[in-house]
């Protein structure tokens, strides 16, 4: 396969196995679609992956995840190896393609409200490419209304729509697409089966929906778990506020009761989506989402608690502070949204040195490594809780940790 000439494109289909189509995917060399374009090649397709990330594009051509993600790098070779995918920034890719998944979410600006020209941008971009009969695919997550919109532009062009939101969990993409059931939403009875078949070699079901169903669907979902983490979170502050050991409080509300296992551990509850959702839920809303605002207070809050935890303990004028954990989840490399560098700048403006480390993160130059780090702090504070700090050896240092 040719892989900078467009039109060597166009025997894909006929060379596609078991039905398979010929795919590009919008955003293609991001968390949510290089997982996504692996999995579709693994069950037959042939995936162009399109981005304008050079440094992600030339990483995957090579075989590389540029990110972590379990049995991701091994599964991509196998791919590329058996000519089913390749990476590019060239958009012209879209027009020989039967299917385009588009996986670029909706961005929040500094006013918390939704910033959907994002994709009024994907359109004019790709919108010249476009040709008759195919299907666009929105994978992220978008504000309520954004797929009828869509929708109504792609008709001029004879090309449907469908909104089929991703549901994995980051770092774990290959094992829950076996398991997680894909909800689809389409504007013809055609878009909605050539979807179904798409996802039938990724997913074990379907779910039907329309438009709106599905748009709120993955919004509620997010801003659910992002409202059990900061009920989680009211808990520890109105406990440790009081003296009182969260741990053994959480245990004992748990222990062998089933109608406490669904309650969650404290922590930072970041990353790149369960904030933004809820920020637009309760734009949709119109203000009136009490809980979502809340949640964000209460979630957000804790970068500062943590700060306050520290000043307990130490005389911050004086301190060194280590910070262990700078991705915004365990066992991940990804900082977007992370709330450890909400606790860093704030103790940038109380401590005498604040150091940070993490030996996932690569994009950080400030890092320093972990052993280093525990010489040199008076007090550590566990920001992600990666599995490698349960046996690290703290040598007798003050240590804050929230997580159970």
Same mark, same amino acid.
């Given at each position: 396969?040719?892989?900078?000439?467009?039109?060597?494109?166009?025997?894909?289909?006929?060379?596609?196995?078991?039905?398979?189509?010929a795919?590009?995917?919008?955003?293609?060399?991001?968390?949510?679609?290089?997982?996504?374009?692996?999995?579709?090649?693994?069950?037959?397709?042939?995936?162009?992956?399109?981005?304008?990330?050079?440094k992600?594009?030339?990483?995957?051509?090579?075989g590389?995840f540029?990110?972590l993600?379990?049995?991701?790098?091994?599964?991509?070779?196998?791919?590329?190896?058996?000519?089913?995918?390749?990476?590019?920034?060239?958009?012209?890719?879209?027009?020989?393609q039967?299917?385009?998944?588009?996986?670029?979410?909706?961005?929040?600006d500094?006013?918390?409200?939704?910033?959907?020209?994002?994709?009024?941008?994907?359109?004019?971009?790709?919108?010249?490419?476009?040709?008759?009969?195919?299907?666009?695919?929105?994978?992220?997550?978008?504000?309520?209304?954004?797929?009828?919109?869509?929708?109504?532009?792609?008709?001029?062009?004879?090309?449907?729509?469908?909104?089929?939101?991703?549901?994995?969990?980051?770092?774990?993409?290959f094992?829950?697409?076996?398991?997680?059931?894909?909800?689809?939403?389409?504007?013809?009875?055609?878009?909605?089966?050539?979807?179904?078949?798409?996802?039938?070699g990724?997913?074990?079901?379907?779910i039907r929906?329309?438009f709106?169903e599905?748009?709120?669907?993955?919004?509620f979902l997010?801003?659910?778990?992002?409202?059990?983490?900061?009920?989680?979170?009211?808990?520890?502050?109105?406990?440790?506020?009081?003296?009182?050991?969260?741990?053994?409080?959480?245990?004992?509300?748990?222990?062998e009761?089933?109608?406490?296992?669904?309650?969650?551990?404290?922590?930072?509850?970041?990353?790149?989506?369960?904030?933004?959702?809820?920020?637009?839920l309760?734009?949709?809303?119109?203000?009136?989402?009490?809980?979502?605002?809340?949640?964000?207070?209460?979630n957000?809050g804790?970068a500062?608690?943590?700060?306050?935890?520290?000043?307990?303990?130490?005389?911050?004028?004086?301190?060194? *502070?280590? +910070?262990?954990?700078?991705?915004?989840?365990?066992?991940?490399? $990804? %900082?977007?949204? /992370? @709330?450890?560098? #909400?606790?860093?700048?704030?103790?940038?403006?109380k401590?005498?040195?604040?150091y940070?480390?993490?030996?996932?993160?690569?994009?950080?130059?400030n890092?320093?490594?972990?052993?280093?780090? *525990?010489? +040199?702090?008076d007090?550590?504070?566990?920001?992600?809780?990666? $599995? %490698?700090?349960? /046996? @690290?050896?703290? #040598?007798?240092?003050?240590?804050?940790?929230?997580?159970?």
């Amino acid at each position: 396969m040719n892989k900078s000439d467009p039109n060597s494109y166009s025997h894909l289909q006929a060379l596609s196995e078991k039905g398979g189509s010929a795919v590009a995917i919008v955003g293609g060399c991001g968390h949510v679609g290089l997982p996504l374009g692996v999995a579709l090649a693994n069950s037959g397709n042939f995936v162009t992956l399109i981005d304008i990330n050079k440094k992600n594009i030339d990483l995957v051509n090579a075989g590389t995840f540029p990110f972590l993600e379990k049995n991701g790098n091994e599964s991509l070779a196998r791919q590329l190896k058996q000519g089913r995918l390749l990476a590019t920034s060239d958009y012209s890719w879209i027009s020989q393609q039967n299917i385009i998944i588009v996986t670029l979410g909706t961005p929040v600006d500094e006013f918390q409200s939704p910033t959907p020209r994002i994709f009024m941008e994907m359109y004019e971009n790709i919108c010249k490419f476009l040709k008759s009969g195919q299907l666009i695919i929105l994978r992220s997550t978008v504000y309520p209304g954004t797929s009828e919109w869509l929708a109504h532009k792609l008709k001029k062009h004879d090309v449907s729509l469908a909104y089929c939101p991703e549901r994995i969990v980051q770092g774990n993409a290959f094992e829950e697409f076996s398991k997680i059931p894909q909800i689809i939403a389409a504007d013809t009875e055609l878009s909605f089966t050539k979807s179904e078949k798409l996802f039938q070699g990724v997913s074990p079901s379907t779910i039907r929906a329309n438009f709106m169903e599905a748009e709120l669907a993955k919004l509620f979902l997010n801003t659910y778990r992002y409202i059990q983490f900061a009920i989680a979170n009211e808990f520890f502050r109105i406990a440790d506020s009081h003296g009182v050991n969260y741990e053994n409080v959480q245990r004992i509300m748990t222990f062998e009761y089933p109608r406490g296992e669904g309650l969650k551990s404290p922590g930072l509850a970041a990353g790149p989506c369960l904030l933004k959702d809820t920020q637009q839920l309760i734009v949709f809303s119109e203000n009136h989402f009490n809980l979502g605002s809340a949640a964000i207070q209460t979630n957000e809050g804790m970068a500062l608690y943590l700060v306050s935890m520290a000043e307990r303990l130490v005389d911050l004028k004086v301190s060194n *502070i280590g +910070l262990l954990g700078m991705a915004f989840k365990p066992e991940s490399d $990804d %900082i977007r949204s /992370s @709330l450890s560098y #909400k606790v860093r700048k704030m103790l940038q403006l109380k401590a005498k040195n604040v150091y940070s480390s993490d030996p996932f993160v690569s994009t950080d130059h400030n890092l320093i490594d972990m052993e280093l780090l *525990i010489d +040199l702090s008076d007090i550590i504070i566990i920001c992600s809780p990666h $599995d %490698i700090y349960k /046996s @690290l050896n703290f #040598k007798n240092k003050k240590v804050i940790n929230i997580w159970i």
